[in-house]
């Protein structure tokens, strides 16, 4: 299967090449190619297990890989420089307990180099916690720690961000207004790759990867994927493209749509 091919007249910003991780007899990534462009948010969509999360820790060089490559940037992962123009936000936390919301948040702003007092306020409303900027992580409630761990990961303001299920735990209103955010960083040219396994947001995201089993089983806009499965739902939608039914028994000899 072909790759994701970057908007016309762009260059790819993240681009993958016959990228393979195998742990032990298996290929949690299998021979995966991507090419994705700037200003475009992409949803890498599947179950648990299929292989999104080492995907994208391959991408970023947290993982090195069995085989092929992946370039950020035009600079070929893993590499310390290129880290400083990357955001990821893993689906763990990745904040310190006993810092407060502040220090966090001022913490991994100077680990990337972000000076601006002004940024630290800017992400801190977006993530509503600047009533909570004196506050210890570990007295926030899950979704608010969520919540911070988005924050840290906007506060450079890189052009290239990895977020791995980013709404877990946050409630829908706010969920909508991240969303909102994340569409206008897509427009001023950041590239967003996010990890779901919820088929909800799928359609919030200009281009689509379905993934299973550490392969891209099909891709492209939610409208056209779901053209090609003949389903009015992206749910139902992937289920095809596995040769599953809408209740995931196997259909025979259903090989889904190419």
């Not at 799928?202 to 492209?220: N, T």
């Amino acid at each position: 299967m072909d790759g994701v091919a970057p908007t016309p007249g762009t260059s790819p910003v993240v681009v993958a090449t016959g990228l393979v991780k195998s742990f032990g007899p298996i290929r949690a990534v299998d021979g995966i190619d991507l090419a994705l462009a700037a200003g475009r948010i992409y949803g890498l969509l599947g179950p648990n297990g299929s292989g999104k999360t080492t995907l994208i820790r391959l991408l970023i060089g947290l993982t090195r890989a069995s085989g092929g490559e992946a370039r950020i940037l035009g600079t070929p992962m893993p590499s310390r420089t290129a880290l400083g123009r990357i955001g990821y936000m893993p689906q763990s936390e990745s904040i310190y307990p006993e810092l407060s919301v502040g220090e966090n948040l001022a913490f991994f702003a100077t680990l990337q180099g972000a000076q601006s007092a002004d940024a630290l306020d800017r992400v801190l409303d977006l993530v509503e916690l600047a009533e909570r900027r004196n506050t210890p992580a570990t007295h926030l409630s899950g979704g608010m720690r969520r919540r911070l761990s988005l924050a840290c990961t906007l506060v450079h303001e890189p052009p290239v961000l990895f977020l791995d299920e980013p709404t877990v735990g946050v409630d829908p209103a706010l969920r909508v207004q991240f969303w909102a955010h994340f569409r206008r960083l897509a427009a001023a040219g950041t590239t967003i790759l996010v990890a779901s396994h919820v088929m909800d947001e799928a359609d919030r995201c200009d281009e689509l990867l379905f993934v299973r089993s550490g392969k891209v089983i099909a891709q492209g806009t939610g409208a056209s994927l779901r053209a090609q499965a003949g389903t009015t739902d992206l749910e139902s939608a992937f289920l095809r493209f596995s040769g599953l039914d809408d209740e995931g028994r196997p259909i025979d000899g259903a090989k889904g749509p190419t």
